[in-house]
């Protein structure tokens, strides 16, 4: 029998092999070729990850901060090269959340059994 660690990174080599990966790689290095599109897009995550930080330490996030990374996210949209690498990391993320549900499948299977019996 295979090892499932053997099966996990053939799984991450299919994942970086993938259409949905290298079109991600190739807007990501568009935006870092951008001088004006990397500073933005560095703003715009550092803004995400404080806000995130923020949540996790049970922070309470003021209605300016909100209204901070509502226009940032705005200002990201609105240029086409960061726009793109957005689209991209969902497109991947979705093939990401699939994979997830097919390998979660049989915890699935087996704690959603009615009244504790195996299917």
């Known amino acids: 029998m ?3 660690y053997d099966h996990a990174y053939e799984l991450e080599t299919a994942l970086r092999n993938s259409e949905e990966f290298t079109q991600l790689q190739e807007a990501y290095n568009a935006v870092m070729a951008d001088e004006a599109a990397k500073q933005m897009f560095d703003n715009f995550r550092n803004t995400q990850i404080e806000l995130q930080q923020k949540q996790m330490q049970g922070q309470e996030i003021s209605e300016e901060e909100v209204e901070q990374a509502r226009k940032v ?3 990201v949209q ?3 090269q960061i726009s793109k690498l957005m689209e991209q990391e969902q497109h991947l993320n979705q093939v990401i ?5 097919i390998i979660t499948k049989p915890l699935e299977d087996l704690y959603g059994a009615g ?3 195996q299917q």
């Open 2 to 4: 295979a090892n499932i």
């Open 73 to 75: 996210v705005e200002t």
């Open 78 to 80: 609105q240029h086409p």
């Open 97 to 101: 959340n699939d994979v997830s549900r």
């Open 115 to 117: 009244e504790g019996e």
